[in-house]
């Protein structure tokens, strides 16, 4: 099974950039599992934010993110990476990372659609 772990998270201002990065603890390929970012306020219900498809060709953003994230991933590092521009104090969340599946002739796509999933890295947009 995927363990995964997510970095990169920390204190960025707004306007911002910052990148995460997903891969899996013990070196287990990520290849064969679509991957998505979700965030979650605590007390809040967890969004989709971006998804790739398994062979990184396919890229699904929610709304509100389009145009300043950018999901990626490199096979040869065994990473998913979430490129984030231009951060907004909403953007203020935990984000976690997660295998799945992503269901091609879907638009919108549900956490439960995804198995394993990372504890998550914590991104605060703050001035």
């Known amino acids: 099974q995927l363990q995964l772990v997510e970095s990169g998270g920390g204190l960025v201002q707004p306007g911002g950039s910052l990148r995460l990065s997903c891969t899996d603890s013990g070196g287990r390929s990520l290849e064969k599992n679509a991957i998505s970012w979700f965030r979650q306020v605590p007390g809040k219900e967890r969004q989709a934010v971006a998804a790739t498809s398994i062979s990184g060709t396919s890229m699904r953003y929610v709304q509100s993110v389009k145009g300043r994230f950018t999901i990626s991933r490199d096979n040869a590092k065994n990473t998913v990476t979430l490129q984030m521009n231009n951060v907004r104090t909403k953007d203020n969340d935990d984000y976690s990372c997660?295998?799945?599946?992503?269901?091609?002739?879907?638009?919108?796509?549900?956490?439960?659609?995804?198995?394993?999933w990372g504890q998550g890295t914590q991104v605060t947009v703050s001035s």
């Open positions: 997660a295998a799945g599946t992503l269901y091609p002739l879907r638009d919108i796509w549900y956490e439960g659609d995804f198995r394993f």
